[in-house]
């Protein structure tokens, strides 16, 4: 498996368990983040900073619904594998609570900047609704900024329908999750 090919698209991409063994591709991937000025991604993985081990611990925890508000859901977390290079970060809410559907929906994932407009985003959104569909999510919900051209293209490529508007952010439904294009 190739990471990028010559014309610049990818090659097929692997999700992994978040693991102490990358640790340093974590720390590139955040100062990718940091470089392109993207505050919120670097504020939700500082504690990666402070210490590893317990912020990988905290990622299972997440899964199992240890730690977690008695408002949110219990989140699966995965890593986006090119080869050895993390390329971005997926979470599946496993069901939906009240904040939940207001705030985040069952899916979200990012993509490192570096790699951006490089086919990955459609990669880990594609592999994300494999995921749910293993965790019996019938129907996905998820959520993008209106100004994220990019996110809005992957979704409705996928057969995202828009279910509502709201404060610049836009609610795409997925009825069939088995079927990522």
């Not at 611990?57 to 859901?73: E, M, V």
Request: aromatic share 8%.
């Amino acid at each position: 498996m190739k990471p990028i090919s010559d014309s610049g698209r990818t090659s097929p991409a692997r999700l992994s368990a978040p693991s102490t063994d990358l640790k340093e591709e974590f720390l590139r991937l955040y100062q990718d983040y940091q470089k392109a000025g993207e505050s919120d991604w670097c504020e939700a993985a500082n504690g990666a900073l402070r210490n590893f081990s317990d912020y990988i611990r905290s990622l299972a925890d997440d899964a199992n619904g240890k730690g977690i508000s008695s408002d949110w859901a219990p989140t699966s977390h995965f890593w986006l594998m090119d080869q050895s290079h993390l390329i971005g970060t997926l979470r599946i809410r496993h069901y939906l609570t009240p904040a939940v559907e207001e705030r985040a929906g069952h899916i979200g994932y990012d993509i490192s900047p570096q790699y951006r407009g490089k086919g990955y985003g459609h990669q880990i959104f594609a592999l994300g609704l494999i995921e749910a569909r293993r965790m019996a999510i019938r129907e996905v919900l998820a959520i993008c900024s209106q100004s994220n051209l990019a996110s809005r293209r992957i979704l409705e490529k996928a057969g995202g329908v828009i279910k509502k508007r709201k404060g610049g952010d836009i609610w795409y439904l997925l009825k069939e999750p088995t079927r990522p294009q």
